[in-house]
């Protein structure tokens, strides 16, 4: 953390005396849009006195006490936060130090103290809609150290993933000026300054659609920048942010398709489920929404290759609860013929073999792309696989190795066909 934090300090402190540090959009704090909304004047002195820190403020290492739940998700929102603070380089030398402050004074938030200093901040922690700025934390849980605690509002455009996934961070601060403190923008964090820098751009759906075609690893990080610069711009926007969220949340849906066409199951799996913890439930399955439907599938398919039958069998239900009140004609029959497919894939694999293959027979019937009928041959070919029909089996394995080109459906063919040919030599 010592040369973490001295190389934070070099290239912020060369970083801001350029005159292109002033005009750049990244290093101005806006007030969220709550705050002038509501009229909300608590922190107001952030967005007044930010010059100050920006020219003179120093960078001290700090450790977050409590924020709005929002922050530790993806989202468009800035909410306030509370952090704890110190210029002594002890903590520098010794982070997990710091954290236990923090942990410390969140462990009272809303306790009865005996002491009366740690009481004010229980009952601050605890009423998160008063503020209190730069104020000394007592040494008798600091380990005799200056250590001071703050309010202060976290921007998520300058956190290096738009939410928190950390809890010590390079803090910028002047108490002897003003109250205000902010987290230091990550563009200037030592562990962030060598990435690269190159402006990106919001991409079309045709140009998305064309890499997840070519490359699915580039395509999950290139959606990961996506779903950063959309928060960006949805932070910024005055109008429909909704629609710049739910623009994040389909991105997120997207990059699972991905992962688990990579075979990244349990990556795809969190970001499905934290999808469907912001979903309204009970509103989603009565209306048969859409995303809810596509969202719960991807579901479908990643406990399907992680063996959870039951968990599959469960969800598919849900699926057709929901796609008989559904009614978008063409999305319709797609989502049918998905939830088809996801039935053979349970059947071949963990149920009714022959009701499984009888079904799968009738969706060869249908006009379908390569990568749907790619899939449909490697389950005939474990299909025949599980008859011990070994000549069979291989001869859809070979089909579908012909026109497949998804990675985990590539995996699945060669594993196959390899089992087969070591069978046929023992």
């Not at 009888?358 to 792309?369: A, F, I, V």
Request: net charge neutral.
């Amino acid at each position: 953390m010592v040369e973490f934090m001295k190389e934070t300090r070099d290239i912020f402190n060369k970083e801001r005396r350029k005159i292109s540090f002033i005009f750049d959009d990244y290093n101005i704090f806006l007030k969220p849009k709550w705050m002038i909304n509501l009229n909300d004047n608590r922190y107001e002195v952030i967005y007044k006195e930010q010059g100050i820190l920006k020219r003179e403020g120093k960078i001290v290492l700090a450790s977050l006490v409590q924020a709005n739940q929002l922050l530790f998700k993806l989202g468009i929102d800035n909410s306030p936060a509370a952090m704890v603070y110190s210029e002594d380089l002890y903590f520098e030398e010794n982070p997990d130090k710091l954290k236990e402050i923090a942990a410390k004074l969140f462990k009272i938030k809303g306790d009865k103290c005996e002491d009366e200093e740690l009481q004010r901040f229980s009952d601050i922690l605890d009423d998160e809609m008063v503020t209190l700025f730069n104020v000394k934390v007592p040494e008798k849980i600091t380990f005799g150290k200056e250590v001071y605690f703050t309010t202060f509002v976290l921007h998520r455009e300058h956190l290096p993933n738009r939410y928190i996934d950390f809890q010590v961070f390079p803090a910028l601060v002047y108490p002897e000026k003003t109250d205000a403190t902010v987290l230091l923008p990550s563009r200037y964090w030592a562990s962030e300054w060598n990435k690269k820098k190159n402006k990106a751009k919001l991409l079309s759906n045709k140009e998305l659609t064309r890499l997840f075609d070519k490359d699915l690893e580039k395509y999950v990080e290139t959606i990961d920048k996506q779903i950063l610069l959309t928060i960006d711009k949805g932070i910024k926007a005055s109008l429909n942010r909704d629609g710049w969220m739910n623009k994040v949340k389909f991105y997120q849906y997207q990059k699972t398709t991905a992962l688990i066409n990579c075979g990244r199951y349990e990556e795809a799996r969190l970001i499905l489920e934290e999808l469907l913890s912001n979903i309204d439930i009970s509103k989603a399955q009565e209306k048969g929404n859409t995303f809810y439907i596509i969202i719960l599938s991807n579901l479908v398919s990643v406990f399907i290759e992680q063996g959870k039958f039951e968990e599959a069998r469960s969800n598919i239900e849900i699926i057709e609860k929901a796609l008989l009140k559904h009614q978008e004609g063409k999305t319709e029959k797609s989502l049918y013929l998905v939830l088809q497919f996801r039935r053979v894939e349970l059947d071949i694999l963990d149920g009714d073999l022959e009701r499984g293959i009888q079904n799968l027979r009738n969706l060869l019937k249908e006009e379908n792309n390569n990568t749907f009928n790619a899939n449909l041959y490697v389950y005939s070919g474990i299909y025949h696989y599980k008859k011990n029909e070994k000549a069979e089996a291989l001869q859809y394995f070979n089909q579908a190795a012909k026109i497949a080109k998804i990675p985990n459906v590539i995996k699945k063919i060669e594993r196959y066909i390899e089992k087969i040919n070591n069978e046929q030599l023992e």
